[in-house]
């Protein structure tokens, strides 16, 4: 078994400098998941700031029980999740900001009408998660946004895969019924859900409202 990590247990005996590394090592993470979370608001810088001084508050707790990451994550989505809580705002997903995605090598780079096009695409999928429950959309924004397994997502929302992955079916079902219900945003959502990391596939135009009412055993386990 590894060692605890040298930086980390700097940290925890109180060296500023090692603070700041973790600070600047993770931060990057850190924020998109918050944005990930509660959305495009001018409260994500602060919700990032009260993530790491819960960070330092609780550090020297850290005993390497689970992975740094893990335990940072997990911390992370408390954090979020407490903002939420608080009322100030439920997640705005409508007017979030798209990156461009990573060009392929030896492909030309795309056009303003491509980028534009694209981040419609995402801001439609976006708009939908707002009618999630909070426990289906941490769920899905960490599988299919994040691409992260079932079984990692499970220690971080400290409950069963086989949970995580009940919860995920059925917000994938809420989410292709939203989308049947107005067909103006399903072709921009479809074009988006095969290019996700989660790579969350959008059932067939003729299948959508059937398989949305169907909850079967072997769809609950849909998304490893």
């Known amino acids: ?14 060296d500023e400098r090692a603070f700041n590394e973790i600070f600047v090592k993770h931060r990057g993470d850190v924020t998109r998941l918050v944005f990930r979370v509660i959305g495009r608001s001018a409260d994500v810088e602060d919700v990032v700031q009260d993530v790491f001084v819960h960070v330092y508050r609780s550090l020297p707790k ?33 007017d ?22 694209r981040g419609e695409r995402v801001r439609a999928l976006y708009a939908l998660l707002e009618t999630l429950s909070e426990k289906k959309r941490t769920v899905l924004i960490l599988h299919d946004l994040e691409g992260m397994p079932a079984k990692k997502i499970a220690e971080l929302v400290e409950a069963p895969v086989l949970t995580v992955r009940t919860r995920l079916f059925y917000a994938r079902k809420e989410l292709y019924a939203a989308i ?25 135009k003729s299948k959508a409202r059937t398989e949305s009412a169907r909850a079967t055993p072997r769809a609950m386990k849909e998304g490893p």
């Open 62 to 94: 850290f005993r390497g029980e689970a992975k740094f990451s893990t335990w940072l994550y997990r911390l992370t989505l408390n954090v979020a999740r407490m903002h939420l809580r608080r009322g100030r705002s439920r997640p705005r997903f409508a």
């Open 1 to 14: 078994m590894a060692g605890p990590d040298p930086l980390i247990a700097r940290a925890q005996q109180g």
């Open 96 to 117: 979030v900001e798209v990156s461009e995605a990573p060009r392929h090598h030896g492909k030309l780079a795309e056009t303003p009408d491509v980028v534009h096009e």
């Open 180 to 204: 049947a219900e107005d067909p103006h945003l399903r072709p921009a959502v479809e074009a988006v859900l095969p290019s996700l990391p989660g790579k969350a596939g959008l059932k067939k």
